[in-house]
């Protein structure tokens, strides 16, 4: 063979090369795509957001209080959870409780609560929220509301009562402000109180409202941190 049909040859082979390698790396590149688009799609696929037993809780953005102090920023549920918490690993639960201020099952219910707080606040976070239920009559504030809380000096709750002779202490976790009912809504409260447990994750291990007539808040929390409650 002449040296330019060699040169020609060569230059087939170059160019074979070069396809080939151009080939895989096109398959390597797909299968990269291929996995990374897998990934997306596990990680994307969306949570199944409600109130009930075993889905991931609606956020809660609203108002705070806390004894003693002014009306604060905004809580918000969703910066309070773990999403990477598991079974067996540290953390705290979170209960939500839904009052209206002049809700007299809510009133009696406040020395429930201070037990309930001295028995589990260790293993558990206490938010509760305050509701308006509408009823005739019953008109609330953000002033009831952190006297409700505080038991201070202010005529107005339980319809008519001074809130300084609640039933029960003080309440000395966070208070929150919902009288719009903005938050009220995307839980499906129709009566107060009402009340949800959260694991540490922020998924919904016990909705009052399936356990009506079965199962109280007490009984509720006993069966789930007995073992574990920090009180007597």
């Given at each position: 063979m002449n040296s330019s049909g060699m040169a020609r040859r060569s230059r087939a082979l170059d160019i074979d090369e070069n396809g080939d390698a151009r080939l895989y790396g096109g398959f390597g590149v797909m299968a990269v795509l291929t996995v990374m688009?897998?990934?997306?799609?596990?990680?994307?696929?969306?949570?199944?957001?409600?109130?009930?037993?075993?889905?991931?809780?609606p956020n809660i953005t609203a108002p705070s209080h806390l004894p003693g102090g002014d009306w604060d920023d905004d809580y918000v549920l969703y910066d309070?959870?773990?999403r990477d918490w598991e079974l067996g690993l540290p953390g705290k639960y979170i209960l939500i409780q839904f009052i209206d201020?002049?809700?007299?099952?809510?009133?009696?219910?406040?020395?429930?609560?201070?037990?309930?707080?001295n028995s589990y606040s260790q293993v558990i976070e206490f938010v509760t929220i305050a509701i308006s239920l509408g009823n005739p009559g019953w008109v609330s504030s953000k002033e009831e509301i952190a006297a409700f809380q505080e038991k201070s000096d202010y005529d107005g709750c339980n319809s008519n009562n001074?809130?300084?002779t609640r039933p029960g202490d003080a309440h000395p976790w966070v208070y929150l402000e919902d009288l719009d009912n903005g938050e009220r809504d995307d839980w499906d409260v129709s009566s107060t109180p009402f009340a949800v447990i959260l694991d540490p994750s922020g998924y919904v291990v016990w909705n009052m409202g399936q356990h009506m007539g079965v199962e109280d808040l007490p009984t509720a929390m006993y069966n789930l941190f007995a073992d574990n409650s920090g009180g007597s």
């Open positions: 688009l897998a990934l997306f799609v596990v990680n994307s696929t969306p949570v199944d957001i409600g109130p009930s037993e075993g889905k991931f809780a309070n959870i773990d201020t002049d809700c007299g099952h809510c009133w009696t219910e406040g020395e429930e609560m201070s037990m309930l707080y001074n809130c300084n």
